[in-house]
């Protein structure tokens, strides 16, 4: 069985960027699409406990895709719900880095 059949899902990458002034002419925050229809994988982790910017969090998915521009400040929407992600791993394989595994947490929006 190869790695692409097992890329079940769609996603959906974000990036946020600095957008308007809001009304105490601060910055919001904007999300701007980085790629979509991105075929990934999105497994239930069961809530383990990672290290994000020195802080402790509880992570909720895995999310498996080819190797891609993705960074520890993204977002990524599947079905409908969206993750942010908490931890970039590159996996090996034999030619170099074979896939991406995305530590993720739910965000209830």
Excluded at 18 to 45: F, H, I, M, Q, Y
Excluded at 65 to 89: G, H, P
Aim: charged share 25%; with cysteine.
């Amino acid at each position: 069985m190869s790695f692409s059949s097992l890329l079940i899902h769609s996603a959906l990458i974000e990036r946020v960027s600095a957008g308007a002034k809001d009304s105490g002419n601060l910055d919001t925050e904007t999300w701007a699409t980085l790629a979509s229809l991105v075929p990934c994988r999105v497994d239930s982790d069961g809530g383990k406990e990672v290290y994000r910017e020195a802080q402790l969090v509880l992570s909720t998915h895995r999310i498996f895709m080819a190797d891609r521009d993705v960074t520890e400040k993204d977002r990524i929407t599947v079905n409908s719900q969206v993750f942010d992600v908490l931890v970039k791993e590159s996996k090996l394989g034999a030619a170099g880095v074979h896939h991406l595994e995305l530590v993720a947490r739910e965000v209830r929006v």
